[in-house]
């Protein structure tokens, strides 16, 4: 099994008012993921980090193996989703995977 955790920031012209609902839609179609992703196994979505945190959000996924982080990153339902609800609202990304 394969832990893969992603990490954001919002960009900083996102307004506190939108970030509630960005959230929200990024979190209902990323764990819509689980089922059309060969190897995804689960999904969870982090939008109330503690004050500590150097990021806003984050996922964390759970996969069969190795290999399906790169099928995941490259499904066409991912890349979907990556495109319409995250990638044009976070900066600062940040990647972990591990076994």
């Known amino acids: 099994m ?16 939108e970030k509630p609902n960005l959230k929200k839609e990024m979190a209902k179609n990323l764990k819509n993921l689980v089922g059309k992703v060969p190897g995804l196994l ?5 939008d109330e980090p503690l004050s500590s945190s150097t990021h806003d959000i984050a996922l964390v996924t759970t996969l069969e193996k190795a290999e399906d982080v790169a099928v995941y990153g490259s499904h066409p339902e991912h890349v979907k989703v990556a495109d319409l609800y995250v990638r044009p609202y976070v900066t600062e990304r940040a990647c972990l995977d591990y076994e």
């Open 2 to 17: 394969v832990h893969h955790i992603v990490m954001w920031k919002f960009k900083p012209e996102i307004q506190e008012s």
């Open 42 to 46: 689960t999904v969870e979505f982090v």
